[in-house]
Nanobody
Framework: VQLMESGGGLVQPGGSLRLSCAASEFTTFGRYHMSWSRQAPGKERELVATISPISRNLTYEDSVKGRFTISRDNSKQTLYLHMSALKPEDTAVYYC???????WGQGTQVTVSS
């Protein structure tokens, strides 16, 4: 199982980004909860959002509720995180991962700055 994130970059406060996480060698992708996590400089990694296998249940960390949306396309074995109204405090390396299998991607940098 391999996970690879993309879509990070530099964005101004108030802007939007969509992160993608492509899974490979993961034919059972659609059976697992998937999550996004982030780690800001000097801080511990924190869970941002989780989605159930058929997208019925979505959970978010309080600071991103109403601004971030997690989604998935099981036919493409891809996980997404749409981020809007971005704030400087959202600056971090964002990781996708499968909690059950303890598999992580390599991360993608998101920087929110004017």
């Amino acid at each position: 199982v391999q996970l690879m994130e993309s879509g990070g970059g530099l964005v101004q406060p108030g802007g939007s980004l969509r992160l993608s996480c492509a899974a490979s060698e993961f034919t059972t992708f659609g059976r697992y909860h998937m999550s996004w996590s982030r780690q800001a400089p000097g801080k511990e990694r924190e869970l941002v959002a989780t989605i159930s296998p058929i997208s019925r249940n979505l959970t978010y960390e309080d600071s991103v509720k109403g601004r971030f949306t997690i989604s998935r396309d099981n036919s493409k074995q891809t996980l997404y995180l749409h981020m809007s109204a971005l704030k400087p405090e959202d600056t971090a390396v964002y990781y996708c991962y499968c909690p059950a299998l303890k598999v992580w991607g390599q991360g993608t940098q998101v920087t929110v700055s004017s």
